[in-house]
């Protein structure tokens, strides 16, 4: 049996793999590697993250 650690960032745009012990998570379940994303970019521009273009 395998344990998922990590897992990509639910923001479609988003390129990042978050840990899921430091993932941002929403009421919807899903896992964001930002605040930026996890509010769907309504007042935050993109993660912050170097190569991400989200």
Same mark, same amino acid.
């Given at each position: +049996?395998?344990?998922?650690?990590? +897992?990509? $960032? @639910?923001?479609? *745009? $988003?390129?990042?793999?978050?840990?899921?012990?430091? @993932?941002?998570?929403?009421? /919807?379940?899903? #896992? #964001?590697?930002? /605040?930026?994303?996890?509010?769907?970019?309504?007042?935050?521009?993109?993660?912050?993250? *170097?190569? $991400?273009?989200?």
């Amino acid at each position: +049996m395998t344990t998922v650690t990590q +897992m990509k $960032c @639910a923001c479609p *745009n $988003c390129l990042c793999v978050v840990s899921l012990e430091e @993932a941002i998570i929403k009421k /919807d379940g899903k #896992y #964001y590697c930002s /605040d930026g994303c996890a509010e769907g970019h309504k007042t935050i521009k993109g993660c912050g993250h *170097n190569g $991400c273009g989200c």
